[in-house]
């Protein structure tokens, strides 16, 4: 069964550093998602991605993240300057349908990012 | 998107079905209701989805009445692997929304041996 996959699946930085975590989404997708999930708290959606562009951005997603596409198979999350408050574990998911009520969103088995 | 409200926690034995019901008052004429499972320190996982009345696969049966105010989640002799956080979501209902999920807190399925 084809899968999302994630690396790395930790990654330890120091606050003020650039991160970038990376996602393979499932190949015949076209929609791409990131979500976070801070220690004992629900997941939260960050942004999709459709087309070369974000669809949708909640408030978490400010300018210090950033997505991209850089090729045909990579999806991948930037957040510039990490906070200790970053520290989470952070999903991608994909799915084929975007915003159709029947779509169902593939996860990944996420990245566990802790900032020093 | 509908707000929903579940159990924050049940405890179940091994070999005995667990029901889980959600309810969602507000559901919207074209929502849907979908159960996702997260295991601890994993991405969450599609279980079943559905719309009105009935629907099973080889992992949950999914029931809804005809008001649709509520869903259970039927999960037949569950065993240790089946410890597990089950979210209820309902939405979907206004196509093109960027399709961002919404999870609440879930319920935190326990089950003993």
């Known amino acids: 069964e084809p899968e999302v996959t994630q690396t790395p699946s930790h990654q330890v930085t120091q606050m003020g550093q650039e991160v970038i975590l990376r996602c393979v989404p499932i190949s015949n997708h076209l929609y791409f998602y990131w979500y976070r999930q801070i220690l004992g708290q629900k997941v939260e959606f960050l942004v999709s991605f459709y087309n070369n562009e974000i669809s949708e951005k909640s408030e978490i997603f400010d300018d210090q993240f950033s997505v991209e596409r850089p090729d045909g198979s990579n999806f991948t999350l930037k957040i510039r300057s990490t906070k200790l408050e970053d520290s989470a574990m952070y999903f991608c998911?994909?799915?084929?349908?975007?915003?159709?009520?029947?779509?169902?969103?593939?996860f990944g088995p996420g990245t566990r990012l802790t900032v020093l | 998107l509908a707000k929903t409200t579940q159990p924050i926690s049940m405890d179940s034995y091994e070999g005995q079905e667990v029901n889980i019901t959600c309810s969602h008052n507000n559901i919207a004429t074209n929502d849907y209701i979908t159960w996702y499972q997260q295991f601890p320190s994993q991405g969450p996982r599609f279980i079943i989805q559905g719309y009105k009345t009935k629907v099973t696969n080889e992992v949950a049966s999914l029931f809804i009445p005809a008001d649709r105010k509520s869903s259970t989640l039927s999960l037949p002799r569950v065993s240790l692997s089946d410890t597990a956080v089950y979210y209820c979501?309902?939405?979907?209902?206004?196509?093109?929304?960027?399709?961002?999920?919404?999870f609440g807190q879930g319920t935190e399925l326990s089950v003993k041996p």
């Open positions: 979501l309902v939405g979907g209902g206004v196509y093109n929304q960027g399709g961002k999920l919404i």
């Open positions: 998911a994909s799915s084929t349908l975007g915003g159709d009520p029947t779509d169902t969103q593939y």
